[in-house]
């Protein structure tokens, strides 16, 4: 009978409390990144990419991303490593949008991730 009672009890501390709790905060859909030092994320609630420069090695690290599949954009940040920036975008619903992040390599081919998709 103990058991029964504190089974219940347990249920329904659960049932009020998972009602009270505060949605999360939006985390990324999705995110493409390389071994080089650079990561992009985005969020398609409010469409926004975060660009990470997570290596120190002096170069700075861009996004490029398509909307709906025309022409590629660029979004550069050089804030320094082990920093990130935010870019708040206004893509219709729904919109197709692939990107991926690279490093900006002096006298040199940049390294780039592989292509990421998520819709807006």
Known sequence: MIKKVALAFSALALAVGG??????????????????GARATFTSDGEIF???DTKCDGYSVYLVYKLRGGSEQRIDFSGG?????EYDKDFAEDSKVEYKACVNV????DKCSAWSTDYA
């Open 106 to 109: 002096n006298n040199a081919l």
């Open 81 to 85: 490593c082990n920093k990130s920036g």
């Open 50 to 52: 975060r660009l990470y």
């Open 19 to 36: 009602a009270a709790l505060v949605a999360p905060a939006a985390h990324a859909d999705s995110s493409a990144s390389t071994s080089a």
